[in-house]
């Protein structure tokens, strides 16, 4: 037995001697036995990356003296993000614009962290044709230069909870996670005494195309243009925007609802549930559309307080980072 742990415990110090400090800073490219190590850095190229992108991190050890050297290995790698091989991490496929991941490197008791911002570049979420190759995702932007693909129909499309106005089954449906944050929001208006009413969400490709269409024959292609959206490219296909109004403004919508009472609440809190004023007024040429200040978008708490006190459009935004 007294044998056993002995032997144990000389493997334990043989091991020791080996890899510890007797070893100095092998794992750096050209040693520098001499100079204690300062400090370690992680580097990496740039400090956003989109969805599924593979991140490479540099770990770059300081010494006392000033000198910097690339570790190759034996350092530890904390992060919430997959870690491939010995330096790399990948962001994951349904990450959002607006988050943010930490990564923290630990080498010989001197860690450092670094944290990455997902952006998912508008140039890298369109094909060719200028079709959308993210529909799915709560940070996809749909405009006039990017459309919907015509079979996109939301898997999660629920009825909303709020109070509606009009009668069509498919405008009054919205995908789960928007209808439940517009539910929160129009209880957080109650609260403060306001009383909001949900109009127009959900429009399918058909409906945006007899609706365009409609147009067309009664205005010709000029107006039509200006007030509607071409199929595919009206918001509402993604399910993830809706028409709001109040009874102050007849339940119509009318761009005085956003110096309404009402109106004037939605602007100031809609980003708190995960709401955008879609189509502020005077941007219409970043936009492609008139003020509506009636038009709510979903992109989730983070990103929609993001762009909300950034005080750009969501093109804007996005375009900040290209
Ligand atoms: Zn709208």
């Excluded at 015509?150 to 919205?174: A, F, G, H």
């Excluded at 365009?212 to 993604?238: C, F, I, M, T, W």
């Amino acid at each position: 037995m007294g044998m056993k742990i002995r032997i144990i415990g000389l493997c334990l110090v043989a091991m020791l001697s080996m890899s510890g400090c007797g070893n100095g800073h092998s794992d750096v490219e050209s040693s520098n036995d001499a100079q204690p190590l300062e400090a370690v850095e992680i580097i990496v190229d740039g400090s956003t990356a989109s969805r599924n992108e593979t991140v490479d991190i540099v770990v770059e050890a300081i010494f006392e003296d000033g000198e910097r050297q690339t570790v190759t290995g034996g350092f530890v790698i904390s992060t919430d993000l997959i870690v491939e091989g010995e330096n790399s991490v990948i962001i994951p496929g349904d990450a959002l614009t607006g988050e943010d991941f930490e990564i923290a490197v630990e080498y010989e008791g001197v860690g450092d962290k670094k944290s990455i911002k997902v952006v998912n570049l508008l140039s890298e979420t369109i094909d060719d044709e200028g079709i959308i190759t993210n529909p799915e995702a709560l940070d996809m932007v749909v405009n006039k230069q990017r459309t919907l693909p015509s079979d996109y129909v939301p898997e999660d499309l629920v009825k909303v909870e709020v109070e509606t106005c009009l009668p069509n089954e498919e405008i009054n449906q919205l995908r789960e996670v928007a209808s439940d944050a517009l539910t929160r929001m129009f209880e957080g208006a109650e609260a403060d005494g306001f009383t909001l009413v949900a109009r127009s969400g959900y429009r399918s490709y058909n409906t945006q195309t007899a609706l365009y269409n409609g147009y067309v024959s009664r205005h010709g292609q000029e107006y039509a243009d200006k007030y509607s959206a071409l199929p595919g490219q009206s918001e509402h296909q993604s399910g993830l925007a809706m028409d709001i109004t109040a009874q102050s403004v007849g339940l119509q919508l009318e761009d005085y609802f956003g110096d309404t009472d009402e109106g004037k609440w939605v602007s100031e809190h809609a980003h708190e549930y995960g709401f955008i004023i879609r189509y502020p007024l005077g941007m219409e040429d970043i936009t492609g559309y008139l003020y509506e200040p009636w038009h709510l978008r979903y992109l989730g708490v983070d990103l929609a307080t993001e762009v909300y006190e950034s005080g750009l459009t969501l093109e804007e935004y996005f375009m900040s980072f290209e």
